[in-house]
């Protein structure tokens, strides 16, 4: 999908041209394994993403682990650094092939000084990402990661059709070999 | 602090009556102890608080877990059930006597159709209780209980003051005999 559809789809608006929109985007094609952002950089963009599949990564110790995947039809963004505008502590990297319409932070701030419409957006967009922030926060307050593993196979099955195991693991915040021993559990309780 | 002052501080605005607000906002004083919002019940309001302490916890397995304080001059809601309108999987109580402002929904969504204002304040608040949540959810990823008790004394040093241990202790999601150890290995680590 386009931006311009999803803006149609979620807010009831009736764009027919991107000269409608109150910030231009561009397209962008992104190769496999590209960083699109990375640890330190200032974000400077909002994507949206056509097709393809985006990770984000934090480091910790030499440690890395994952934020989030992000699926056609969604933004991806080191929103903290974007709205501060201070270094990201993420790195985003391609991980497949993808094709992302790119939103330009100047852009975006002029937008939001008059315009109803980019502040709508703005609120609204936030809202739904503050909601999965929250939703996820809950989780790791009072979910085992045996729980928050079920839980990804019932919601979000995309992730697991697609994303390979120890890419799961560090979404969980959990070794790979807990997941090893989560999957034979889960496949015990199932079979018996 | 009220709420046409905190206004006025954040947003360059020069607010001098309540009646410039896009909404209308009522004092409220609430006792120690008071559930302003419960589990399964929608949430109406959101509330600036101008002084006193609400905490925010959730339940899972019968046991319950503190999602964070809220102190004078910050907002307090439910927000996922304020934004989508369903039930609440968070309860609100006052720990302390509290004196507050309540927003109510009905007028909150009112001033989003037509205000400019509204929306701007809107999505610039709900911009930085999503960095709040983000931040959370990263240090659950990546830093142990240990770090975080840690960065909790450095950060922010009313909770340290203010709340009794063992509810710190449901903040960080760990047992109060976890925290105990956490707090005797660091005082070593500092007079040693």
Redesign the interface.
């Known amino acids: 999908m386009n931006l311009l559809n999803f803006l149609n789809n979620h807010f009831n608006t009736a764009f027919t041209s991107e000269d409608q929109l109150p910030f231009r985007s561009t397209p962008r094609s992104i190769a496999k394994g590209t960083i699109i952002t990375d640890y330190s950089k200032i974000e400077k963009h909002i994507y949206f993403i056509n097709s393809g599949i985006f990770q984000m990564t ?4 030499l ?1 890395e ?1 994952i ?1 989030d995947f992000y699926f056609a039809d969604s933004f991806v963004c080191a ?2 650094s974007f ?2 505008q201070t270094p990201s ?1 993420v790195r985003i990297t391609a991980l497949t092939d993808c094709m992302v319409e790119t939103i330009y932070y100047d852009e975006v701030q002029a937008a ?1 000084k ?3 419409l980019a ?2 957006l ?2 609204v967009l ?2 739904q ?3 999965i ?6 989780d ?4 085992s990661a045996e729980e928050r593993y079920a839980e990804l196979i019932a919601r979000r099955p995309d992730i697991i059709k697609l994303i390979p195991g120890y890419k799961i693991a560090q979404y969980l ?1 959990i070794k790979p070999e807990s997941l090893s021993r989560i999957r034979k559990d889960l496949a015990i309780r199932i079979t018996h």
């Open positions: 934090i480091q910790h110790d440690e682990k934020i929103y903290t709205i501060r502590d939001y008059e315009s109803l502040n709508k703005g609120r936030t809202e990402i503050y909601m922030k929250s939703s996820r926060e809950k790791f307050l009072i979910k915040g």
